[in-house]
């Protein structure tokens, strides 16, 4: 009877199972999945390559046809499994949560709406520093007549004015 010898793994080397590399390549199926369902101008939003640019071309021509658009899709996984596809899920993260992205910008800009009411010419200067674009006699009168309204109780035309204009310059 022989005897084993013992696996030394040197402890710097990663190995990697043919199991993760297949689960690998199926998430990167189903992001190339995701980006064909993508109509023409969410796509132009995503920084993708000139290969898979062209290959999404093909996938639109080839929908219909089962296994041709499959084995696409398999490609377009290869290119995107060799490109910086964490970015492009990032950026398609996005995209598909534009909604709460858009919702969590607005508290952020009612945020600063209130701060400047509450503060006045201290949190206007910061502002004025801070982003360009705004005009600060504008700004002061806004802030001055939405501080009016919240005194009375009756926020208005002064106060959404105000959240319009912050909106309109401050990009977040």
Same mark, same amino acid.
């Given at each position: 009877m022989k005897k084993r010898g013992k696996k030394f793994i040197d402890e710097d080397i990663l190995i990697v199972s043919k199991t993760e590399i297949k689960n690998d390549m199926k998430d990167m199926q189903k992001l190339g999945e995701q980006i064909c369902k993508l109509n023409h101008k969410q796509r132009a939003k995503l920084t993708l390559n000139e290969e898979i640019e062209a290959a999404l071309i093909i996938a639109d021509k080839i929908k219909g046809k089962h296994d041709a658009y499959h084995r696409n899709v398999q490609f %377009?996984?290869?290119?995107?499994? &060799?490109?910086?596809?964490?970015?492009?899920? #990032? +950026?398609? *993260?996005?995209?598909?949560?534009?909604?709460?992205?858009?919702? %969590?910008?607005?508290?952020?800009? &009612?945020?600063?709406?209130?701060?400047?009411? #509450? +503060?006045? *010419?201290?949190?206007?200067?910061?502002?004025?520093?801070?982003y360009d674009g705004f005009e600060r006699q504008r700004m002061r009168q806004l802030v001055r007549q939405a501080a009016k309204e919240v005194k009375q109780e009756k926020p208005g035309k002064s106060f959404k004015e105000l959240f319009k204009y912050l909106k309109e310059n401050i990009v977040l």
């Amino acid at each position: 009877m022989k005897k084993r010898g013992k696996k030394f793994i040197d402890e710097d080397i990663l190995i990697v199972s043919k199991t993760e590399i297949k689960n690998d390549m199926k998430d990167m199926q189903k992001l190339g999945e995701q980006i064909c369902k993508l109509n023409h101008k969410q796509r132009a939003k995503l920084t993708l390559n000139e290969e898979i640019e062209a290959a999404l071309i093909i996938a639109d021509k080839i929908k219909g046809k089962h296994d041709a658009y499959h084995r696409n899709v398999q490609f %377009i996984a290869k290119q995107l499994f &060799e490109s910086d596809y964490e970015a492009i899920q #990032a +950026q398609l *993260d996005k995209l598909n949560n534009k909604h709460a992205q858009e919702h %969590i910008n607005n508290s952020k800009l &009612e945020a600063v709406r209130d701060q400047l009411i #509450a +503060q006045g *010419d201290i949190k206007i200067d910061e502002i004025l520093t801070e982003y360009d674009g705004f005009e600060r006699q504008r700004m002061r009168q806004l802030v001055r007549q939405a501080a009016k309204e919240v005194k009375q109780e009756k926020p208005g035309k002064s106060f959404k004015e105000l959240f319009k204009y912050l909106k309109e310059n401050i990009v977040l």
